[in-house]
């Protein structure tokens, strides 16, 4: 069964939600000194990238030879087999560990 509005909400506040200390009751950051020269930051940053665009030099990324493309992927790649490997070195340990010492 379905009720009108009318009948649901009038409008009065019974208890108010808002807890202090929350997201939304906190003042921006961008309100306080420190946000402001933030702020600033974030603009000479964002009109040095405009200009930089503007007199047609690329971005950081495009600049990049085949050759170093190549490279930055293999490195990435061979961190992470090594962090795979000190997983898998570690979970054999734990193995052998629990069939040698710990089940005995």
Not at 50 to 69: C, T, V, Y
């Amino acid at each position: 069964m379905l009720r009108e509005k009318d009948e649901l909400d009038d409008g009065r506040v019974i208890v108010d939600m808002d807890v202090e200390g929350m997201p939304w009751t906190r003042p921006s950051i961008f309100q306080s000194a420190a946000g402001r020269f933030a702020r600033e930051d974030i603009r000479e940053l964002r009109k040095k990238r405009l200009d930089r665009e503007a007199s047609g030099l690329a971005s950081p990324a495009q600049e990049m030879s085949k050759e170093d493309i190549k490279q930055f992927t293999r490195n990435s790649l061979v961190a992470a087999l090594l962090i795979g490997a000190v997983y898998m070195a570690g979970l054999i340990l734990f193995i052998l560990f629990c069939i040698y010492v710990w089940f005995r």
